[in-house]
């Protein structure tokens, strides 16, 4: 850990600062062309729209058909397999299960890896951008994406790969590469699995670590008053020595660790929603009916219709819950089963928990903020509105939402967000290290080589501005897609034979 920490101190020039410009401001401009050259190149468009938000969507509308809606049919089915109720079936002949971590585990380390702040920041960028309509995409998106995150996480436990030493390697480099050879596709596969694997540490960079850091920087800042030049740049460092203490341990402490933090975080901010919404019980109604109206009929400043509000909020969405980016099954496949459809289950539990339970009651919390008129939606169009002659950039619109109601509420919000943060960047850093070495091989230096750009991410996420980051962000974690599609779409008979294997065994037992 003492030479980790060295040489992140060593790799970050944080040593030399300027009296014209800041450190945080050298940051971000070292990084936004970078953070430009790639939004560009993923967010191509067809018919004037990105062609990778259409690709996710009807590929989920088509998993929800296929399956026969599996985020209804199997929902409580779901709940019994995370409860343990079918926990006998994982046994091979001699009583053992091959894996890491339970069910749940699994589920927690999946879960913190997406109930982020992509679900306090990304849903007040949402609402700012496209107006109170986003939520009811994001919700759309969310029960689509249910379908998807059953598909790829069946696969990611189908085709693991198991250790000497009983570890687990999977996701979708794994199914991408051994499932198309079996189709006869073997080239595609490891061209496609190497791209995954390419992409997916990229989004360990952006979304699941820099995005992170930038939200916890942003409200540790106004928490602490700090207007320093530099201030994003120490709590960056800050960040990344508690992370780097966390992610040494691998997926056995990260899932130790994200089954005790991320169900007592969502709790906590899940409680906080709760008691905002019922002391302006009487505006709920009034919200939700807003919310459909705007999504039909937007009138957000230059959200560019019905259209332009459902990017926006599928958008969002998609960063949120991951379904379609495969980065989830990696999570998942390291679960103590046999029946790869009995973590798929699970799995599907994901976008419910965290966009149409999480992102839907942030929503409400802003809306009805807004009913005053705190602050106009579209903003200025980059995701900041002005409250009170102040511009209020993600987080920073919650945080502002839940003042109203809330004593002391700045604290509160500042803890949940830096725990979301961190439970989020510990568990991404596990999908990040597997595509590693996926690429690069299993040994100890290819880790800690992993591991020291990984942390040095956070301190980029933390100094730089929230359009840059954000921007990186998405275009990594939506990069992903792009080879997980084609694994799925040659392999989801293969889930729909392993759900009836599945279904059939718990029908017997």
């Known amino acids: 850990m003492k030479k980790l920490l060295s040489l992140l ?35 191509f468009e067809v018919a004037g729209y ?44 001699s009583g053992n299960k091959e894996g890491e971590v339970s069910h749940f585990q699994a589920l927690a380390t999946a879960v913190s890896g997406t109930v982020g702040n992509g679900n306090i920041a990304g849903v007040a960028l949402a609402i ?34 198991v250790g000497e030493d009983g570890t687990i390697y999977g996701g979708p480099m794994y199914y991408l590469s051994k499932g198309l050879k079996n189709k006869g596709w073997e080239k595609l596969g490891k061209v496609t699995a190497v791209l995954f694997a390419i ?49 040494i341990g691998g997926i056995k402490r990260i899932a130790s660790v994200t089954e005790k933090v991320v169900p007592l975080m969502a709790v906590l901010y899940i409680l906080a929603c709760v008691y905002i919404l019922a002391i302006n ?24 219709g019905v259209i332009g509000v459902l990017m926006v909020g599928f958008k969002r969405a998609a960063f949120s819950n991951e379904a379609g980016a495969g980065s989830a099954s990696i999570a998942h496949s390291a679960v103590k089963t046999k029946y790869s459809a009995s973590e798929g289950l699970v799995a599907l539990l994901e976008p419910f928990i965290d966009t149409v339970v999480i992102c839907t009651m942030t929503a ?40 109203e109601y809330i004593p002391y509420s700045g604290i509160f919000l500042t803890i949940a967000v830096v725990l979301f943060a961190v439970s989020t960047m510990i568990s991404w850093s596990y999908y990040g290290l597997q595509s590693w070495k996926y690429l690069f091989g299993r040994g100890r230096v290819a880790d800690l080589t992993y591991k020291v750009l990984f942390l040095v991410f956070v301190v980029i996420g933390a100094a730089a501005s929230m359009n ?17 599609m084609i694994g799925l779409y040659f392999l989801f008979p293969v889930v729909k034979e392993q759900l009836n294997k599945y279904l059939e065994a718990i029908k017997s037992k």
Do not use: H
């Open 281 to 304: 019980f009487s505006y709920i109604d009034d919200a939700i009916a807003l919310i459909i109206r705007e999504a039909f009929n937007p009138t957000a400043v230059g959200v560019g």
């Open 9 to 43: 101190f060593f790799v970050v020039p944080f040593l030399s600062f300027s009296q014209e410009k800041g450190l945080d401001k050298r940051i971000d401009e070292a990084f936004a062309p970078i953070s430009d050259f790639f939004s560009n190149v993923v967010f």
């Open 364 to 403: 409400l919390v802003i809306v009805i903020f807004n009913s005053n008129g705190a602050f106009v939606y579209g903003g200025d169009g980059m995701g900041g509105v002005l409250i009170d002659g102040v511009t209020y950039e993600g987080a920073g619109i919650t945080s502002k939402a839940f003042a």
């Open 50 to 93: 990105p062609f990778v938000i259409l690709l996710l969507v009807s590929s989920a509308a088509f998993f929800t058909v296929y399956f026969g809606f599996p985020n209804i049919k199997y929902f409580w089915t779901a709940i019994n397999v995370v409860r343990g109720k079918y926990d006998d079936l994982d046994k091979d002949e």
């Open 468 to 484: 840059s980051i954000w921007a990186f962000s998405d275009a990594m974690i939506f990069a992903m897609v792009f080879p997980n």
């Open 199 to 247: 992409f997916c540490i990229g989004g360990s960079f952006g979304g699941g670590n820099a995005a992170q850091s930038n939200q916890a920087t942003i409200v540790l800042k106004d928490l602490l008053g700090l207007e320093t030049t530099f201030a994003g740049a120490i709590i960056g460092l800050v960040l990344a020595a508690f992370v780097g203490i966390i992610i």
């Open 128 to 161: 700012a951008l496209g107006g109170p309509g986003a939520t009811f995409w994001m919700i759309v998106c969310g029960l689509l994406g249910m379908s998807t995150k059953f598909v790829e996480c069946t696969l990611g436990v189908q085709y693991r790969d």
